[in-house]
């Protein structure tokens, strides 16, 4: 084996051993027990901007903070969804957010609660808000608290000349929400979040509801846009809550820049023509070569009898009177 294939060879070898070196590491997973949230400012006041900080989760987990009264003990239904806040953990198991501090729907002790897109709870961190009130937490489960239904779902929004190139695709979420209890429900919140397969982790602002009386019925359009270059089939998953109730909903649209699409491939396909023709252009000419054949030999070839051209003859050519 030659000096040249042998350093291939090792080449392929280290290449090898890296990939499955790298595809038999194990994944990095912490616990949350074991992570650390810290704030720049633990006695905020409202309006303020908090930096949230934090060590040892799991890389490229997707988390939701937000800001919760009651010490978050029914969960969502005591937090600001509209203010919550969603990133994702850097590679280093490093945290990094900024929380804008607003008020609760339910009264303080408060706590920043942490939470994977799923709902699942995964940390409660303590901080004291100036001038929200404080009262005892508690349960508001078993009591008769408001519930919301939503009695019809949809998405609207179809190609326009903008999506079909590739622009920006409008779409609008249309809930229409049903207060089925006894009681009036202060300031409903509808949280959106939107994505493609289970990344769903970007937030759509949502407009702010009046309160519903018993058994009052409202829809609420939610508008926004899909970025430029999108295409596929994208989801929403989201939820209407309110102090002891939490109803949650999911939908789905697409859009396709068939006209972009179309320009892309005319694109390569005239790309494709410059290459052939370059490529033809540069093969070498075959060449055939014009032999003399003297005239002798040209007459000694013919058959006897065949007809000889003129200057073969032993008359004269004639030619017309």
């Excluded at 078993?142 to 920006?168: F, Y």
């Excluded at 009036?184 to 509808?190: A, E, I, L, M, Y």
């Amino acid at each position: 084996m030659s000096s040249q294939y042998r350093g291939r060879f090792r080449f392929a070898l280290l290449a090898v051993t890296l990939a499955v070196a790298i595809l038999n590491t194990p994944a990095i997973v912490t616990h949350a027990d074991d992570a650390s949230v810290t704030f720049n400012d633990s006695t905020p006041s409202l309006g303020d901007v908090v930096n949230v900080t934090g060590k040892q989760w799991t890389p490229n987990d997707i988390v939701k903070l937000e800001i919760c009264g009651n010490n978050a003990i029914d969960g969502a239904v005591d937090c600001n969804l509209r203010a919550s806040v969603v990133v994702r953990i850097w590679t280093t198991s490093d945290l990094v957010a900024s929380l804008q501090v607003v008020a609760p729907p339910s009264p303080c002790p408060c706590v920043v609660r942490i939470s994977r897109q799923a709902g699942a709870e995964l940390k409660k961190v303590p901080i004291s808000i100036t001038g929200v009130p404080t009262a005892t937490p508690r349960s508001r489960a078993a009591g008769a608290t408001p519930r919301l239904m939503i009695t019809r779902q949809s998405v609207h929004g179809g190609s326009t000349v903008t999506s079909l190139v590739g622009g920006w695709a409008h779409r609008t979420v249309e809930l229409t929400i049903r207060n089925d209890s006894a009681e009036t429900v202060d300031k409903p919140v509808v949280t959106i979040r939107w994505g493609k397969h289970a990344q769903v982790d970007n937030v759509i602002t949502s407009p702010l509801i009046e309160p519903l009386r018993p058994h009052e019925q409202r829809t609420v359009d939610v508008s926004f846009d899909l970025p430029s270059f999108s295409f596929g089939t994208y989801q929403f998953h989201g939820e209407v809550s309110a102090p002891g109730s939490v109803t949650k909903f999911e939908l789905a649209t697409s859009t396709w820049p068939v006209v972009f699409f179309f320009l892309i491939d005319l694109l390569l396909f005239l790309l494709l023509l410059v290459a052939l023709r370059s490529v033809v252009k540069r093969l070498p000419e075959r060449k055939f070569a014009n032999v003399a054949i003297p005239e002798r030999d040209l007459v000694a070839s013919m058959a006897p009898g065949e007809l000889q051209p003129s200057f073969a003859r032993d008359e004269p050519i004639k030619t017309g009177s």
